[in-house]
């Protein structure tokens, strides 16, 4: 069955980088689109970011747009979050979720990886 | 970007009660829009896709209506694995959102 599972949050200060990874398993991960999606600590959920099956096609929240950048490795089946200039705001949960294929929506997520900005 | 407010935020139910949630878009999205359940400590799960199309595994009790801007979330006899929080979320465009949330409590 698909398994999303995601790695390499932690705490770290306002403004340095953090890299989310995403393990991907169960499906033809080069078909498929895939998104980032958080939820800071009882809120609600936010998008981040998507890229296109291939890479080609990238979008951000305006949130994030400028500081973070999404990427794949189809070779590895393995999606990134490269997070610059962490602000204490992107303290969240961040959760990987693939695209659904046909239809809107996305599914399924993964367990997700906290990520805590703070001095 | 898309505004999507859910109403209500919160509501107390008993098991087998009939539940409507909305979800109303600030401009046009057609039948771009989803519907997702929460449990807590749990990543949401797909319930309703195209607005009106079942999930696959999901229970038929699990039911979603509308088009243009105004959606809604049904469940008929809610049973007490439904007590959960509920969101909606939009696909017309980048960047996409996600509506508010609906938190199901047990009355």
């Known amino acids: 069955q698909v398994q999303l599972v995601e790695s390499g949050g932690g705490v770290v200060k306002p403004g340095r980088s953090l890299r989310l990874s995403c393990a991907a398993s169960?499906?033809?991960?080069?078909?498929?689109?895939m998104h980032w999606v958080r939820q800071a600590p009882d809120k609600r959920l936010e998008w981040v970011a998507v890229i296109s099956y291939n890479g080609n096609y990238t979008y951000y929240s305006d949130s994030v747009r400028g500081r973070f950048k999404i990427s794949r490795d189809n070779s590895q089946n393995t999606l990134y979050l490269q997070m610059n200039s962490l602000r204490p705001e992107d303290t969240a949960v961040y959760y990987c979720v693939k695209d659904r294929r046909g239809g809107y929506g996305i599914d399924p997520w993964g367990q997700g990886t906290l990520v805590t900005v703070s001095s | 970007a898309i505004q999507l407010t859910q109403s209500p935020s919160s509501l107390s139910a008993s098991v087998g009660d009939r539940v409507i949630i909305s979800c109303r878009a600030s401009?046009?999205?057609?039948?771009?829009l989803a519907w997702y359940q929460q449990t807590p400590g749990r990543g949401p799960k797909l319930l309703i896709y195209?607005?009106?199309s079942l999930e696959s595994g999901v229970p038929s009790r699990f039911s979603g209506s509308g088009s243009g801007t105004h959606f809604t979330l049904t469940i008929t006899s809610l049973q007490p694995e439904d007590f959960a929080t509920y969101y909606c979320q939009e696909f017309d465009s980048y960047p996409l959102t996600f509506g508010g949330g609906t938190k199901v409590e047990i009355k």
């Open positions: 195209d607005a009106s």
């Open positions: 401009q046009d999205i057609s039948n771009a």
């Open positions: 169960g499906f033809t991960f080069r078909s498929d689109g």
